[in-house]
């Protein structure tokens, strides 16, 4: 499957901790989006790394590239009670296709 | 800002019947995308459609289902014998090409088959 694939599946955290989640894919990619949904909620898109950007910032959320190893990570900084949320990651192939993985479900107790 | 639109946001159905989902893609946007999500799971690939065509298109889209861009805004799904298991939410996107090629997604419809 060319399908990303995050973990950890689940990540509890206290308000202010920093929160870090990984996907992985098997294939040459576009780009790679970071999405987040709020249960039962749409998809909101949060950050997007091209191929050939190694590290992106916007705001709390940071991403890395790793296309050697076809991994990339989100670092959310100082996490609030309202980042709780399951949080995608989805990647392109050939403009065609996106894949999503099959998500982290981050709570943050305050 | 420009957003994709989704309509209905809920829709209700029995089982054998068919469904159109309409989706209202961003003006200026070329490639349009469908995508589902079953409760509690993740969210999978459909289809692709660029210039009046299927680019590219899952296991899952089978002869059940179909996309057509019956004028210069709309964008639809058919389900043409809805199944129980088609119950999930279905998310329409489109992208531009033209800057960051990011995905803007539509808020959803919910399907229920009954």
């Known amino acids: ?110 | 800002e420009p957003e994709v639109t989704q309509t209905p946001s809920h829709q209700v159905t029995q089982m054998g019947q068919e469904v159109i989902l309409r989706c209202v893609p961003i003006s200026n946007h070329l490639y349009f995308y469908w995508y589902r999500q079953i409760l509690g799971q993740k969210v999978e690939f459909l289809v692709s459609f660029y210039n009046n065509e299927i680019s590219e298109k899952s296991e899952i889209f089978d002869d059940q289902f179909s996309v057509e861009r019956p004028d210069g805004s709309n964008f639809t799904l058919k389900i043409r014998s809805t199944k129980l298991e088609d119950s999930a939410m279905y998310f329409c996107a489109s992208l531009s090409r033209e800057g960051p090629d990011e995905q803007f997604f539509g808020p959803g419809t919910r399907l229920t088959v009954l």
């Open chain 1, 1 to 110: 499957s060319q399908q990303g694939e995050e973990d950890p599946q689940a990540l509890s955290i206290q308000e202010g901790e920093n929160a870090t989640m990984n996907c992985s894919y098997k294939t040459s990619i576009n780009n790679l989006q970071w999405y987040r949904q709020n249960s039962g909620r749409g998809l909101v898109h949060l950050i997007l790394i091209r191929s050939n950007e190694r590290e992106k910032h916007s705001g709390r959320l940071r991403v890395t590239l790793d296309t050697s190893k076809k991994s990339s990570s989100l670092l959310i900084t100082a996490s609030r009670a309202a980042d709780t949320a399951s949080y995608f990651c989805a990647t392109l192939y050939n403009f065609n296709k996106f894949y999503f993985g099959s998500g982290t479900k981050l709570n943050v107790k305050p």
